[in-house]
C-alpha cells in the first residue's frame, strides 16, 4: 500500500510554475527523500500533500484518501518554520501538541517521559523553550511530531542547523523505531548526503519536476540527468560533439548513447573520478584543501594537452590521498577513466553558440 500517491500534480503562483506535473508515490513503511537545490519546488509539494492549499490540477491521495481535516490527525507534520512557545515548559508544551492531536494525558505523558529519553532530554522536562540550544529545540520540535504516533510523517528541512554528531543521534532514536511502526516518512531536503544516508527511495526534482526517482544506488551509479549526476560533490563539465557515437573529453573517449552524431554533448566527470597520478593530463594546482577524507585539488590542465574542439572548464576538481605532498603552484598530471564519465545532451550556452 502507499501512504502518499501523487499524480501530475501541478500548482502556478501568479503565472510562476512552482510544481510541473509531478508524479510520485510512497510506500508505507518506507523513508521517501524529496531531494532538490532551494527553489525546486519541494516544499510547495508537501504543503499540497497536507492539504495547506490544493494543486492546480492533477491528484493526491494520502493514506489511500483525499486529503481532510480529519485525514491530517495521522499526519505528523514538521515544517521548515519551527515553532515552538518559548516560555512554556519542555513538558507542558509536548502535552499541549499531543492533546491537539487527540492524545489523552495519560498516554501523552508516557510518550513524552520515552521520547525525552530516547532524545537525552530528560532533565530538560521542566525547563522554558527558551533556555534550550537551538538542537535542543530542534529535539522537541520533533517529539512533537510524532507523539500522537503518525501514519504518516513530513519532514522539512528535519536536520537543518543541526551539527553531525546531533543528526545522527536523532535518526538513529526515530527513523529505526518509526519504520518498525510501518510509518510511512517523506524527507525534504536539499543535502544529498542526508538522503542517501537515510532513504529508501529519493526523488531529484529541479524547477518542479522530477529529473529521477531510484533508489540511493540507483541515482549515485546511473543518474539520467546532468543535475542528479552533480549533487554528489559538483562535477566537472566538459563539452564536445559526439564523433562516431562517442564524446571526446581530456581523459579519452565516453560513449554518447542515444545522442545525435555531430550534436552538443556534456560531459560530467565527479571530483572523486578524477585522480592525482603519475600519469595523464599535465595541469597546474590552484588551491588544495581537506575534504571526506582525503584532499580536493583544483587545478588548470595544461592547454597544450587538449584535444581540439573540447571546450574545458576554467579549472577541474579532482581527488589526492590525504597524504599527497601537493601544495598550489605544483605541476600534477591528473587520471581519470572515461567509462566512469557520464554524457548527456548539452544544455549549456556554449552548445547554442
Known sequence: MNSVEVEAVSKRFDGFVAVNGLSFSVRRGSIFGLLGPNGAGKTTTIRMIV??????????????????PELQQRIG???EERGLYKKMKVGEQLLFFAQ???VQSSEANRRIDQWLARMELSDWKQKKSSELSKGMQQKVQFIATVL????????????????ARLRDDVRGATFSRLKQEEAAVLMVTHDPDEAMRVGDQI????????????????IYLTPRDPQAAALFGGANVFHARVLNGSAYSPFGQSKAVSLAEGSWAEILYRPTSIRVAGHGIPAKVLAV?????????????????LPEGVEVP?????????EAAIVPGAEVRLFARPEDAFVFPCRDKVCRS
Open 51 to 68: 492539504g495547506i492549499f490544493g494543486p492546480d490540477s492533477g491528484e493526491i491521495k494520502v493514506l489511500g484518501e483525499p486529503v481532510t
Open 77 to 79: 507534520y514538521m515544517p
Open 100 to 102: 491537539l492531536k487527540g
Open 148 to 163: 500522537h504516533e503518525p501514519e504518516l510523517l513530513i519532514l522539512d528541512e528535519p536536520f537543518s542547523g543541526l551539527d
Open 203 to 218: 526523488a531529484v526534482m529541479g524547477e518542479g519536476r522530477i529529473l529521477q526517482t531510484g533508489t540511493p544506488t540507483e
Open 289 to 305: 584543501r581537506p575534504y571526506a577524507g582525503q584532499l580536493e585539488v583544483e587545478a588548470a590542465l595544461e592547454s597544450l594537452s
Open 314 to 322: 576554467t579549472f577541474v576538481r579532482a581527488a589526492a590521498p590525504m
